[in-house]
């Protein structure tokens, strides 16, 4: 199966996933952080660099879980950046 390429949203998306990862995980270990969330550290590693911009919904909500993040702050924190959003209806 072929993926289609990422768009440089989600590229960008996916490095500001990684930095805030990167930063709620502070001085503690891939390792341990890895092993709270259920996944392998080298998928934390490429969660973290921007090498899988896009991980599975399941996988951002258990490491949500393990680095005591919101889901909602993680969307509004990744999120696109406000002068480029798109308004809600309403």
Same mark, same amino acid.
């Given at each position: 199966? #072929?993926?289609?390429?990422?768009? *440089?949203?989600?590229?960008?998306? =996916?490095?500001?996933?990684? @930095?805030?990862? !990167?930063? &709620? !995980? +502070?001085?503690? @270990?891939? #390792?341990?952080? /890895?092993? @709270?969330? +259920?996944? @392998?550290?080298?998928?934390?590693?490429?969660?973290?660099? =921007? !090498?899988? *911009?896009? *991980? /599975?919904?399941?996988? #951002?909500? /258990?490491? /949500?879980? &393990?680095? +005591?993040?919101?889901?909602?702050?993680?969307?509004?924190?990744?999120?696109?950046? *406000?002068?480029?959003? #798109?308004?809600?209806?309403?």
């Amino acid at each position: 199966m #072929v993926r289609t390429p990422l768009t *440089p949203k989600e590229r960008l998306r =996916g490095e500001r996933l990684g @930095s805030l990862l !990167r930063e &709620a !995980r +502070g001085a503690r @270990s891939m #390792v341990e952080i /890895a092993a @709270s969330a +259920g996944i @392998s550290a080298e998928t934390l590693r490429k969660i973290e660099t =921007g !090498r899988a *911009p896009t *991980p /599975a919904f399941f996988t #951002v909500a /258990a490491l /949500a879980g &393990a680095l +005591g993040l919101s889901m909602d702050d993680l969307l509004i924190r990744c999120a696109e950046e *406000p002068d480029t959003a #798109v308004p809600l209806a309403g």
